[in-house]
Nanobody, 124 residues
């Protein structure tokens, strides 16, 4: 059984920086594509960022490019999302996910395992 546990979400002010972490455990080869998604109240889940096995390739939603950075530590089975210049529009529950494919897909259907999410709230 694979378990993903996100942490780091909290109440932040606009302009703040925040780091989210997601640790994986269980019978999983960690060398897959990892992604971050978010879901705001009343909205559909949306893609945020993805990273490949080596960490050498990344993909970002336009709304976060230049402000968010995804990275991974394969030795720790952990993926990170560094968020800077936060905006109220970034308020959402953030989820990490594992894709058993090899494409840096932005489609949630392409991900096989999901965490429970961590709440990020940005006040103006």
């Amino acid at each position: 059984q694979v378990q993903l546990v996100e942490s780091g979400g909290r109440l932040a002010q606009a302009g703040d920086s925040l780091r989210l972490s997601c640790a994986a455990s269980g019978r999983i080869d960690w060398s897959y594509v990892l992604g971050w998604f978010r879901q705001a109240p009343g909205k559909e889940r949306e893609f945020v960022a993805a990273i490949n096995k080596s960490g050498g390739s990344t993909n970002y939603a336009e709304s976060v490019k230049g402000r968010f950075t995804i990275s991974r530590d394969n030795a720790k089975n952990t993926v990170y999302l560094d968020m800077s210049n936060l905006k109220p529009g970034d308020t959402a529950v953030y989820y990490c996910a594992i894709s058993l494919g090899f494409m840096l897909t932005s489609q949630s259907a392409g991900y096989n395992y999901w965490g429970q999410g961590t709440q990020v709230t940005v006040s103006s």
